[in-house]
């Protein structure tokens, strides 16, 4: 197919959420076609109805649309290949199912006779395959029982010998014996296609060049690659994903309630992590870079480099990579992602007192994951109960013993200060600290401790100080000495 432009297609079935298996095809698909300055098209796979899920098309759009895989045709933008939703395509498959009857690739089994055949295969567990003696017809009786309405279905005809081999672009060459295919139907008593005949004839009428799937389809290739060659058109490249595993073992699917791309961003994950998350499960550049955005994958994406092995779904990895977009983030961007998650913790006083946008300073470099926030930031809102073995810090040497009479000092020192600022408050700390002739730790950890009751948080003592603001730190050192001294007497 040298010379021609490259169209690849995304085809989901609407189920209603988008797993991220499917989220992966999308953007191999998509990047197939972008890296090739080719076609990307959105083809909406529904016509087995009893799995259509209200809405779920919609969610189809908008996970497009929000990790930048634009497609360049389909339901919504039309194109010169439609319609690309199948249901409305449902008049088009009868007639391609007719033509291989009359090439003799494709067989009519009516209704009105016991079909022997299925009763056998079922039986000895065969694959359905034609049986002369069965199903010899002529034309005549072919419109006879038409003309009166008698119901059918159109199977394929593959050959009783031989084998068929087809090439995967990721799995090779993958041969098959021609007995082990079944004679598949093509077109249902109801008169519509069955999803496989839909599939092939669609790929054809939409000039699609590259067919990007999961690899539990990897076993319908052959039927598929049989039907195109009955029809003489040109067989696709074929690329069959390897499966996204969860751990060694197991499957990531959606039985087992794994993540779908809803459930990722609803857990604090970016989308732009997400892309580049999953653009490595099965594909590697071949260097060490790891992070990626979508235009770099363009330019890097060489399908021939997907790997076949299983891709290991790394929750780890994921969450550092989410960090990592995490930081690169402008300020403002953080601000306004973390901004719901102050309005959770914080209560309406506080979210007009605190300096936000210091909070989301500091947090930016401290957080993997969006949700983590509110557990980081909950002490500005409240000083948590917290055990006064806080106060210990091994290296530090600070216990509660030696922390009373550092935050005693600590309380007239800041309560003289005018100047509330971040420098200020340094400084005059650092004074106290020079006096006192200890290491810097003995009086920067208790007043940490009493400021938030935390072991860890983001920032260290002054950059609390600041942001409580020196009222609330003063009552919070003043709290802490009174805590100590209660529990020494
Ligand atoms: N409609 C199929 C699915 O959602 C895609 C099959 C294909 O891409 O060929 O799994």
């Not at 009893?50 to 497609?71: C, F, N, P, S, W």
């Not at 003799?104 to 009516?110: I, L, R, S």
């Not at 004074?431 to 940490?448: A, C, F, H, T």
Request: hydrophobic letters at 35%; proline letters at 5%; one cysteine or more.
């Amino acid at each position: 197919m040298a010379g021609r432009e490259v169209r690849t297609r995304f085809a989901p079935s609407p189920t209603g959420y988008m797993h991220i298996g499917n989220l992966r095809t999308a953007l191999y698909t998509y990047l197939i076609a972008k890296h090739e300055g080719g076609k990307f098209i959105l083809r909406i796979e529904d016509t087995d109805q009893q799995r259509y899920v209200e809405g779920a098309v919609d969610v189809i759009y908008k996970t497009l649309e929000m990790t930048g895989l634009k497609h360049d045709e389909g339901p919504d933008i039309g194109g010169p290949v439609g319609p690309y939703i199948q249901s409305e395509r449902k008049g088009f498959y009868l007639d391609y199912a007719k033509q291989l009857v009359e090439k003799g690739e494709a067989y009519y089994v009516f209704s009105d006779k016991q079909d022997v055949v299925a009763e056998i295969c079922e039986k000895e567990q065969k694959p359905y395959k034609y049986n002369a003696e069965y199903h010899t017809i002529t034309k005549e009786e072919i419109e006879e029982k038409l003309a009166a309405g008698v119901s059918y279905v159109i199977r394929q005809k593959n050959p009783t010998e031989g084998e068929t081999i087809f090439e995967d672009e990721i799995y090779g060459a993958i041969k098959v014996e021609n007995s082990e295919l079944e004679d598949m139907i093509l077109i249902k008593s109801d008169g519509l296609p069955t999803y496989n005949f839909a599939n092939v004839v669609d790929d054809h009428l939409m000039g699609i060049t590259h067919v990007v799937r999961g690899n539990e389809y990897l076993s319908s290739a052959p039927k598929y690659n049989r039907l195109y060659d009955a029809f003489g058109w040109p067989v696709p490249t074929y690329v069959h994903c390897p499966p996204i595993m969860k751990d060694a073992h197991q499957k990531l699917s959606k039985r087992n309630g794994d993540a779908s791309f809803e459930d990722l961003l609803a857990k604090g994950y970016l989308k732009e992590a997400v892309v580049n998350f999953i653009a490595l499960l099965g594909w590697s550049p071949g260097t060490d870079q790891e992070i990626f955005s979508l235009e770099e994958l363009v330019e890097k994406f060489d399908y021939r480099h997907i790997n076949k092995s299983p891709a290991i779904f790394d929750d780890v990895k994921l969450k550092w990579m989410n960090g990592e977009y995490i930081k690169k983030l402008p300020l403002e961007d953080f601000h306004n992602k973390a901004l719901p998650y102050y309005e959770e913790v914080f209560s309406r006083e506080n979210m007009g007192k605190l300096d936000l946008m210091k909070i989301s300073e500091l947090l930016q470099t401290r957080v993997e994951l969006l949700n983590e926030i509110p557990e980081k930031i909950d002490f500005f809102d409240a000083l948590p109960e917290y055990d006064s073995a806080l106060y210990i810090h091994k290296r530090m040497k600070t216990n509660p013993e030696n922390s009373l009479p550092t935050l005693e000092k600590v309380l007239p020192t800041l309560e003289n200060l005018e100047d509330w600022s971040l420098d200020s408050i340094h400084d005059t700390i650092f004074n106290l600290i020079s006096e006192m002739e200890v290491k810097n730790g003995v009086v920067l950890w208790p007043i940490r401790t009493a400021l938030s009751g935390k072991k860890s948080t983001p920032g260290g003592a002054f950059e609390l100080a600041e942001i409580l603001g020196k009222e609330e730190s003063l009552r919070r050192i003043k709290a802490g000495i009174e805590k100590l001294k209660n529990e020494q007497n």
